[in-house]
């Protein structure tokens, strides 16, 4: 298994700017999700994508949109930056087969927005 | 509207002693139950799961318990050791690999 890889670690925007937050899912899962972690609380759901297509979305604005690609790689992008969507990015992948699945979390990616 | 909740913060036990962390959800339609584990600068790790046709389900040192009338389950570490402090998640879903709706988490802190 080669787990799940986010990238950057960390990064700081500026408030209206724009990011893309890079996720390399586990090989053979065919499903990603993005979690937002604020300080102090647990993930909240952000988007789902199933074979490359929206598959779910939380409770959050249209700036925060995604995209999955063939090779089990995703993005998610936010535009317009606000001070609140400082947080912990978190990607998930999981692998539905019958009644079978799990999630594999990435290490997160550190947005500051100043 | 918070659907899963934790209502205790933190949890301090001791070395060897049982720990016990509680989850309270609100939506009857939830049919699956994770808990992850979380350290700081990683992402949550997986602990265990039960599907909500159960009641129980081990696995080594790690229990979670089903209790689907009063909508609540729990987590029991037994025998605790200082390398489980961290923070504790439950989550829920509606279907199996759905979205997951977390708790706010419980820092568990095991001193020696």
């Known amino acids: 298994e080669t787990g799940v890889t986010q990238s950057p670690t960390h990064l700081i925007k500026t408030r209206g700017q724009q990011v893309t937050l890079r996720c390399s899912s586990q090989s053979g899962h065919n499903t990603v999700s993005w979690y937002q972690q604020a300080l102090g609380q647990g993930p909240q759901f952000i988007f789902q994508?199933?074979?490359?297509?929206?598959?779910g979305r939380g409770n959050f604005p249209p700036r925060f949109s995604g995209l999955q690609f063939p090779n089990y790689s995703s993005e998610l992008n936010v535009n317009a930056l606000e001070l609140d969507d400082s947080a912990l990015y978190l990607c998930?992948?999981?692998?539905?087969?019958?009644?079978?699945?799990?999630?594999?979390f990435g290490s997160g990616t550190r947005l500051t927005v100043v | 509207d918070q659907q899963v909740k934790q209502n205790s913060p933190s949890l301090s036990v001791q070395e060897g002693r049982i720990s016990i962390l509680n989850c309270d959800y609100t939506n009857s339609m939830f049919d699956y139950f994770l808990w992850y584990k979380k350290y700081p600068a990683e992402g949550p790790t997986f602990l265990i799961s039960?599907?909500?046709?159960?009641d129980k389900n081990e696995d080594g040192r790690f229990t979670v318990f089903l209790n689907k009338s009063a909508k609540h389950l729990s987590l029991h570490i037994v025998p605790s050791q200082p390398g489980d402090s961290a923070v504790y998640f439950c989550?829920?879903?509606?279907?199996?690999?759905?979205?997951?709706?977390f708790g706010q988490g419980t820092e568990l802190s095991v001193k020696p």
């Open positions: 994508y199933y074979r490359e297509e929206e598959n």
């Open positions: 039960i599907s909500s046709i159960k």
């Open positions: 998930a992948s999981s692998y539905r087969r019958d009644n079978n699945y799990g999630y594999t």
């Open positions: 989550a829920a879903s509606v279907t199996r690999g759905g979205k997951l709706i």
